[in-house]
């Protein structure tokens, strides 16, 4: 089996923006500050050879960021805000936005003339092939933005892809934890077998108070991959990615980090 698919991993050796770009990124984005350590330049995409697709970036995830839903509320929230406002702005009126970074971020589609289709469906990944042993012939995991919220928790968003030789699985995930009120997992995963003209796509939003997680030891509560399976689900979407009609898929590609 091959892949017609390009898998390019975009660092800028884990440099956060420096203070200019990041000004003008978060007035873009409508918020007084982004996320302190926001990495920009890091990008994961998968891109077919006729140039259709699909990256990951910090940008278009905190596009995602819903300012005007209700928020996450703790006693140190005012004084958390104010403390990240830069001098020349703490007179101007600040608007609300969710100072959590929380996002439902997907995936950014790539392609002009081409372009995925996107569609729900019923069809579930197959994590019984995902558990087959099999060579893993590429990994690798890039972290897009972290904050720890004024020392009060953290909120991070991370991507990584695994490359079989018959499939390769991606798993997108935000974790944010604020301590004492709330733990929020939402999770994008990506998976395309060899072979086939279409991709798999399920997004899953858990969550749960921390009132509520008594029975689970608090050392499990900063590990996402452990906690997760204790937090209700909230939201779940599948949808398959369909390639465009009349292109080819069977063709080689490979595995590439730049």
């Known amino acids: 089996m091959s892949f017609s698919y390009l898998v390019c991993i975009c660092t800028n050796l884990y440099l956060p923006l420096v203070n200019q770009i990041v000004a003008l990124l978060a007035e873009e984005l409508h918020m007084p500050c982004v996320p302190e350590m926001m990495f920009g330049d890091n990008i994961l995409r998968i891109q077919h050879e006729l140039l259709f697709g699909i990256e990951f970036n910090a940008t278009d995830a905190l596009k995602c960021v819903n300012n005007s839903q209700g928020m996450v509320k703790v006693a140190c929230a005012e004084e958390w805000q104010e403390s990240r406002s830069e001098p020349e702005h703490t007179k101007e009126v600040v608007k609300p936005y969710d100072w959590t970074y929380t996002t439902d971020y997907k995936g950014t589609l790539l392609g002009e003339t081409l372009k995925l289709k996107v569609s729900s469906t ?137």
């Open 122 to 258: 019923t069809d579930h990944i197959d994590t019984e092939k995902l558990k087959a042993r099999e060579q893993i012939m590429f990994f690798e995991e890039v972290l897009l933005f972290e904050d720890e919220l004024h020392d009060h928790g953290v909120s991070s968003l991370s991507v990584k892809i695994r490359v079989m030789p018959s499939s390769f699985f991606v798993l997108l995930r935000f974790f944010l934890r604020v301590d004492g009120v709330l733990i929020r997992v939402n999770d994008t995963r990506l998976y395309h077998e060899a072979n086939k003209s279409y991709m798999l796509r399920e997004y899953t939003s858990r969550e749960s108070k921390i009132s509520n997680l008594k029975h689970i030891p608090p050392t499990l509560f900063t590990d996402p991959n452990e906690i997760t399976q204790y937090l209700p689900v909230k939201e779940n979407i599948c949808e398959k990615l369909e390639f465009p009609e009349n292109s080819c898929y069977e063709s080689a590609a490979a595995p590439e980090g730049t």
